[in-house]
């Protein structure tokens, strides 16, 4: 097996999207476009103008036609709605017959914009400032006659910030990509996880200096520069292995989950987006054990209606038939956000955040358990309330629940109430689940870990805490063995349970029930399948 070699430089940055990427290092030209033309009468500026704004439109418009990924084209049919929208344009063009340039006064119009999104206190509006940048960028271009930069096929793109279109309009190869500015929740990388592109933030573009070439390793969030022949077999060697153990996998994929003793595991899937319904096979899941509902959500800044919620749990339902699905109430605040609903949550992990939200937000909750209680007749629905740490709080959860059901008629009378249960990720409530009325309940390892460790799950230089310590699993095999106790089924759906690694020792923990991240099903399975007793 290659080293890592000591030696190397190494840039610490957090991982966004899994996945190792080498080669060239790509830079990415961030700087505002810049041009020339002859400025014109006001007249002829406007009419400019317009006709950039046209081709830009057009533009945006083939690039939906060809787009599969309907996550992307949202955002795409976003920044067309943009830029037809008069009460945009309207102001600018006002400038023009003023006097002012046709760029002038398109950017000063555009960058007011963005500095208004900039300066929200919500992130979802913070990240959208970068569709806005695209929108900006793009017209511009046409002004000038010129076309935005385009990254080549392979190697590590490195950029300040990259826009989500010129993401999509990009094919990605074997590439992989560094940018100082992005969040888990932004567009770019949902767009970039559904392509299966590694991503670490956070990394100073200027700490890269010189450098010609890089190993990107998504796994661990680093950036190793110019790497020593001895680094690059070590991540050539790593992406091999990572590559055979999908391929090996794959048999396994489509198979029931058992032991090499032949003790059957249940392994579900997490959902973040309705995208991964399109390519997640129904057949190799028992279920699915966590829908994280603020990110299902996460992209329309607001708190969803009963109708939209309804159609999409419904959606999930039927996609999932007979197998359970288990829809966890918002889990906001943290790094996470739901437009309105979060203006009073925290941005500290610490914070107002889950179930203590909710319980501030009667209307929020009602509506999102009307909505459940409107499908809970289109599957095996069951409810997950996140960050629990009071009995107090399932009781009050489990009291509008019953309201919901009683004042939601469905057809089909006879559908049993739905089990609500409850996430064990706060540690006061994992040392003692016997006190909760839940009807199940899901272990979340990212949450509980950092909890254990007092140390935050965003700081990259406290990941090395975050790991299943000799405690952490005490406490894991601890709900474990009181569910057991109980009676209540017991699943996991922190990311502790989707890296094959980690699988046999939460096996040994008592664990049979998993929900883990869409790509790592197979490799689970594998864990699982090469786990026997320990004589
Ligand atoms: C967890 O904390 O493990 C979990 C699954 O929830 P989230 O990652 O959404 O906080
Ligand atoms: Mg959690």
């Known amino acids: 097996m290659a080293k890592l070699s000591p030696a190397a430089t190494v840039l ?3 991982s966004l999207v899994r996945g190792i990427a080498f080669g060239p290092i790509v830079r990415l030209d961030t700087q505002q476009l810049k041009g020339a033309r002859a400025i014109e009468s006001p007249s002829a500026e406007k009419a400019a103008l317009e006709r950039a704004i046209a081709q830009a439109i057009a533009e945006l418009a083939s690039l939906i036609e060809r787009c599969e990924d309907e996550q992307a084209r949202s955002i795409l049919e976003f920044q067309v709605a943009f830029l037809e929208d008069e009460t945009l344009t309207q102001p600018i063009f006002e400038s023009i017959q003023r006097g002012q340039p046709a760029e002038t006064a398109w950017q000063q119009g555009i960058n007011r914009e963005i500095a208004d999104y900039q300066a929200s206190e919500d992130p979802y509006f ?17 002004l000038f006659g010129c076309e935005l930069p385009k990254p080549p ?3 590590i793109v490195v950029c300040k910030q990259m826009l989500p279109a010129q993401f999509i309009s990009h094919s990605w190869g074997e590439g992989g990509l560094v940018v100082q500015h992005a969040s888990p929740t932004s ?4 767009l970039a996880r559904a392509r299966g592109v590694p991503v670490v933030a956070g990394i100073e573009v200027d700490a890269i200096g010189e450098a010609a070439s890089a190993v990107l390793d998504g796994y661990e969030g680093l950036l190793i520069l110019d790497p020593d022949p001895s680094t690059q077999a070590y991540y050539e060697e790593k ?3 990572d590559r055979r153990e999908a391929e090996q996998a794959k048999p396994l994929l ?3 989950a058992v032991t090499r003793d032949g003790e059957p595991v249940r392994v579900m899937v997490n959902l973040s987006h309705q995208t991964e319904l399109h390519w997640i096979d129904r057949r190799s899941i028992d279920g699915v054990g966590l829908v994280r509902t603020e990110l299902l959500f996460g992209a329309l800044g607001r708190v969803p209606s009963e109708e939209e919620q309804a159609k999409a ?6 996609w999932s038939r007979e197998k359970p699905v288990t829809i966890r109430l918002f889990d906001v605040g943290g790094d996470k956000s739901l437009g309105h609903a979060s203006a009073e949550s925290s941005t500290s992990f610490l914070g107002v955040r889950g179930v203590r939200l909710l319980l501030r937000h009667p209307t929020v909750l009602r509506t999102q358990l009307r909505a459940l209680a409107r499908v809970r007749h289109m599957g095996k629905l069951r409810v997950m309330v996140p960050m629990v740490t009071l009995p107090e709080e399932m009781r009050q959860c489990r009291k509008y629940w019953e309201e919901a059901i009683s004042e939601v008629k469905v057809d ?3 559908t049993e109430m739905p089990p609500l249960g409850m996430m064990v990720e706060v540690p006061l409530a994992a040392l003692s689940i016997e006190a909760f009325d839940a009807d199940f309940f899901s272990i979340g390892s990212n949450d509980l870990l950092q909890y254990l460790a007092a140390a935050s799950r965003d700081e990259p230089e406290l990941n090395h805490l975050l790991v299943p310590s000799p405690a952490a699993l005490n406490v894991i095999a601890r709900v474990v063995s009181a569910a057991n106790s109980l009676n209540k089924p017991v699943s996991l759906c922190g990311d502790l349970g989707s890296e094959p690694s980690y699988v046999p020792l939460l096996l040994d923990c008592g664990l049979r029930e998993f929900s883990v991240a869409p790509d790592a099903i197979g490799r689970v399975k594998q864990s699982i399948a090469s786990y026997g007793r320990k004589k």
């Open 313 to 318: 749990y419904g959606e999930i339902l039927c």
């Open 153 to 155: 096929l392979e190697g």
């Open 126 to 142: 913070r990240d959208r400032a970068d569709d806005l940048k695209d929108i900006r960028d793009r017209v511009l271009c046409k």
């Open 187 to 190: 567009h770019l990388t949902l």
């Open 12 to 14: 610490k940055g957090i």
């Open 412 to 414: 089909g009378e006879d």
């Open 239 to 241: 992406r091999g292995h």
């Open 254 to 256: 489509l198979k029931p």
